[in-house]
């Protein structure tokens, strides 16, 4: 079994950063492909990016993440990031991170559907 944990939501201000943790334990896999996703209230999930722990490719979602938000990996400590940068009140979400063992990344990566695992979530909240 695989635990995922997040860690690093909050409250910050408009325009302000934060930086969110998503550690595995437990089963652990030569390589994985870790994505993260946001749902805000009444939304339905989305998806913000994902990498490939072997080569650290990614990709990301909606274009307003896009120049803002950046993922990355620490593979000697099972662990991915997602810097967040300039944040707005539209980016108040719970936010999850997912994993899928395998090599792979690209489109089908960016469906919930895709991965096994998911962590409990971390609560974002911009404030205006």
Do not use: H
């Not at 650290?56 to 896009?66: F, H, I, M, R, T």
């Not at 990996?73 to 940068?85: H, P």
């Not at 719970?94 to 998911?118: E, H, K, N, Q």
């Amino acid at each position: 079994q695989v635990q995922l944990v997040e860690s690093g939501g909050g409250l910050v201000q408009t325009g302000g950063s934060l930086r969110l943790s998503c550690a595995a334990s437990g089963r652990t896999f030569s390589s994985y492909t870790m994505g993260w996703f946001r749902q805000a209230p009444g939304k339905e999930r989305e998806f913000v990016a994902a990498i490939r722990s072997w080569s650290g490719n990614s990709l990301y979602g909606a274009d307003s993440v896009k120049g803002r938000f950046t993922i990355s990996r620490d593979n000697a400590k099972n662990t991915v990031y997602l810097q967040m940068t300039s944040l707005k009140p539209e980016d108040t979400a719970v936010y999850y991170c997912a994993l899928r063992p395998g090599i792979g990344i690209g489109i089908y990566y960016t469906t919930s559907s895709s991965y096994d695992y998911w962590g409990q979530g971390t609560q974002v909240t911009v404030s205006s």
